[in-house]
């Protein structure tokens, strides 16, 4: 299977705790987003990257949020701090290089918890 | 700011007949559209999309219509068979900043055997 992946699939944690969530996009891709996802609502966008180059942050993107691409392949996201606000589906998706008229690929997402 | 919005949260329709389901946008700079289809514990699949130079566009039993004017676009699905129950959702994104997608909130479709 060559689609976006996404570890873990659940994470339940207590406030206050940190997480890091992963996300393998399909391998040509060179672009990563990041989106999360709250009950009733569709995706809202947190952040992409460009290779390894973060090019923009949505201001949901609070400064206990940070990701990171560090060799352009997967990706990593962290929570620290984490509040019950935080609790949500986060969602990963990849995008080919190919002009701006094509599709983003989502991977599973992971549902936090946070208690 | 709710830039694209999808006001029917659900939809029932009978299987072999036509499901329409509804989007309008607010941002008149929006010139790609697309749908994506969720179901429970998945992240969402694409569907179909369009650009706004055209109005129409097709892939097998499913089409999208825009009306640039309006602001609005529409997803039918013809013949509705029961697999295609699930959460669809409409996305849109404008030239100038083409790697933000804009979702709506969803509409849940069920489709009866």
């Known amino acids: 299977d060559t689609g976006v992946s996404q570890d873990p699939r659940h994470k339940i944690t207590k406030r206050g705790q940190n997480v890091t969530f992963r996300c393998d996009p399909i391998?040509?891709?060179?672009?990563l987003y990041w989106y999360r996802q709250t009950l009733g609502q569709g995706p809202e966008f947190l952040t992409y990257?460009?290779?390894?180059?973060?090019?923009?942050k949505s201001r949901l993107l609070s400064d206990r949020f940070s990701a990171e691409r560090p060799k352009g392949s997967f990706s990593t996201l962290e929570i620290q701090r984490t509040e019950q606000g935080d609790s949500a589906m986060y969602l990963c998706?990849?995008?080919?290089?190919?002009?701006?008229?094509?599709?983003?690929?989502f991977g599973p997402g992971t549902r936090l918890t946070v208690l | 700011d709710q830039q694209v919005k999808q006001n029917s949260p659900s939809l029932s329709v009978q299987e072999g007949r036509i499901s329409i389901l509804n989007c309008d946008y607010t941002?008149?700079?929006?010139?790609?559209f697309l749908w994506y289809k969720k179901y429970p514990a998945e992240g969402p699949t694409f569907l179909i999309s369009?650009?706004?130079?055209?109005d129409k566009n097709e892939d097998g039993r499913f089409t999208v219509f825009l009306n640039k004017s309006a602001k609005h676009l529409s997803l039918h699905i013809v013949p509705s068979q029961p697999g295609d129950s699930a959460v669809y959702f409409c996305?849109?994104?404008?030239?100038?900043?083409?790697?933000?997608?804009?979702f709506g909130s969803g509409t849940k479709l069920n489709v009866k055997p």
């Open positions: 990257f460009q290779n390894e180059a973060q090019l923009e």
């Open positions: 369009i650009s706004s130079i055209k």
């Open positions: 998706a990849s995008r080919s290089i190919q002009g701006s008229y094509n599709e983003q690929f």
């Open positions: 941002n008149s700079m929006f010139d790609y």
């Open positions: 391998s040509e891709h060179n672009r």
């Open positions: 996305a849109a994104s404008a030239e100038y900043n083409f790697n933000k997608f804009y």
